[in-house]
């Protein structure tokens, strides 16, 4: 029931009387039961955690009444298995943290919970949000709703396959070179990074601080806005929190695009050899839909992806470095194959390097600071091509994707779905932002969401 | 088990094409921080950092040559600002 219900439509059921959040939970906990041993969306389930606290709920409204009630009350979400929950082990998706508990709930957690959410479980990752699809883990890597051969894309792995699996309406990923929009954009279904320090990060484990932002993957844009004004804030525990003002993200989602400047980036990746013909068809079509809205269609010219690309791993060599040294010096082989080679790199980053990729990421910023004078957004590529197949998705370098750019600079972006390709796989662009402009990047979004028709996609077909 | 680590002196990687110079700076970092890796897992280690070091590169290059070298940072981010 809770697949087919979003979650505006969920609260309003709930408050009516014409559900039970039991019943949505029981819903959420069966589909899980008939579908995740192909799936591996979850590393951890909390099946009796889930149906006593939706008992709860259910009582609370019935006592209290449910008019005053926070607006996820009773409604199951997920996280990605490096946020915190109280009591239970974060593993990382990794043999190193397997006997970790943690002791409180991460800030993000706690706003869903103060929220009135059930958080059901917890869900696959690659490798502390680094390595990749990887088979010599404590838990197989979670597949691809859309086509069990094929990856969901990571790292938020997990969040993306489990939303589009119908197990749940919103879940928590983590960004840090693309980990949210890229299982969004592969699973087919929404992921929004927002600007760096809008979304709290206390009590996930790190990757790299400098880059790693938290945020929602949903199944709708609505979803994702109901998902970001429960989490935005600030969190004094978490260094890189902004102290902004919060937007109202559900209020001006359907104003349309009309008279909107939108820039185009379609040069920034319509030669590369990775860029599939049917993609480039898609985005053009994306194009041409807010076009007809009225938005004025402007070409942009974004920060060079390969200069951004180099300072975020650069970056990120030297500060997952430093968080792991300790470990890689004690236990190198209980990583796995791909997470090691990536993290011992760090030992060769000099701090002239690292400065200097600090220094360089101003300056990209600054840069992409600029073409907002040009234009209100920018529609762009996330992915290039649809989801590679497990047999032939190798490492992250060599994914289609473009999506670091925005963890170097910190400004918000967005994965939207605009349709399946021809092999039934999801495809989508990407709307980008000025700093904390998240309601605007969900406005644009929602209109290419009703555009596309993806508003009315069934959910993949798991039966058979 | 075998490694590349420092500990057992220099490491000897054939066949991958990489810069064996740069390589062998790899090896001594890594010896450096006491990090061993499995030989077996090395194949992976030097396509990362062929990738990496191009990446080094190309920023150490841009900021040397470019005028950038007068800009400055911080290294705490905040309010998306850097």
């Known amino acids: ?464 | 088990m075998p490694t590349s680590s420092g500990c057992n002196g220099r490491a000897h990687i054939v066949g991958h094409g990489g810069d064996q110079q740069s390589l062998q700076g790899l090896m001594d970092a890594l010896a450096e921080q006491r990090i061993v890796v499995p030989l077996d897992r090395m194949d992976l280690v030097l396509h990362e950092f062929t990738v990496l070091q191009r990446q080094r590169a190309l920023i150490n290059g841009i900021v040397e040559s470019d005028g950038l070298s007068g800009i400055h940072t911080v290294i705490s981010r905040s309010r998306g600002a850097l």
């Open chain 1, 1 to 464: 029931m809770s697949r087919e219900l979003s979650i505006s439509e969920m609260a309003r059921a709930l408050r009516s009387g014409a559900v039970k959040s039991e019943q949505l939970v029981r819903a959420a906990l069966d589909r899980i039961n008939a579908c995740d041993t192909r799936i591996h969306a979850f590393t951890q389930l909390n099946r009796e955690y889930a149906l006593n606290e939706a008992r709860a709920c259910d009582l609370r409204r019935r006592e209290q009444g449910a008019d005053n009630l926070p607006v996820l009350h009773g409604i199951p979400v997920a996280v990605k298995d490096i946020y915190d929950l109280a009591g239970q082990p974060t593993t990382c998706h990794s043999k190193l943290r397997l006997d970790h508990i943690a002791e409180q709930d991460a800030g993000s957690v706690q706003r869903l919970k103060d929220a009135g959410a059930i958080v059901l479980g917890k869900l696959a990752t690659h490798e502390f949000a680094l390595g990749g699809p990887s088979f010599d883990l404590p838990f197989p890597p979670a597949r691809n709703p859309w086509s069990l051969r094929h990856i969901p894309g990571g790292s938020s792995s997990g969040s993306g396959a489990a939303v589009a699996a119908g197990y749940t309406r919103l879940a928590l990923g983590s960004c840090t070179g693309g980990s949210i929009r890229i299982p969004a954009a592969w699973c087919g279904v929404v992921g929004l990074k927002p600007t760096y320090g809008r979304v709290s990060r206390h009590g996930v484990f790190p990757l790299a601080w400098t880059l790693d932002h938290c945020g929602p993957l949903a199944r709708s844009v609505e979803d994702t806005a109901i998902g970001l004004q429960v989490l935005a804030g600030h969190d004094p525990r978490d260094p890189g929190s902004a102290d902004e003002p919060v937007d109202d993200y559900c209020s001006t989602l359907d104003i349309g695009v009309r008279g909107l400047r939108i820039g185009v980036a379609r040069s920034r990746f319509q030669h590369l050899a990775q860029t599939s013909a049917e993609f480039l068809r898609g985005f053009d079509r994306a194009s041409q839909w807010l076009a007809q809205e009225q938005a004025n269609m402007v070409e942009v010219c974004l920060p060079d992806d390969e200069e951004c690309v180099a300072v975020g791993r650069v970056i990120l060599a030297a500060e997952s470095f430093a968080l792991h040294a300790k470990d890689l010096r004690s236990r190198p082989l209980d990583y796995g194959h791909i997470t090691l080679s990536r993290l011992v790199q760090g030992a060769a980053v000099s701090s002239e390097d690292y400065l200097n990729a600090l220094r360089l990421r101003r300056e990209l910023a600054a840069r992409m600071d600029t073409v907002f004078e040009r234009c209100d957004v920018v529609l762009t590529a996330v992915t290039l091509d649809t989801a590679p197949a497990f047999t032939s998705a190798g490492t992250v370098h060599g994914w289609p994707a473009q999506a670091y750019a925005f963890n170097v600079t910190g400004h918000p972006a967005i994965s939207v779905p605009i349709g399946l390709s021809s092999q039934g796989l999801p495809m989508a662009v990407q709307i980008v932002g000025r700093y904390f402009d998240e309601a605007l990047v969900l406005r644009v979004a929602r209109a290419i969401e009703k555009l596309s028709g993806w508003e009315a996609q069934p959910l993949p077909d798991l039966e058979s």
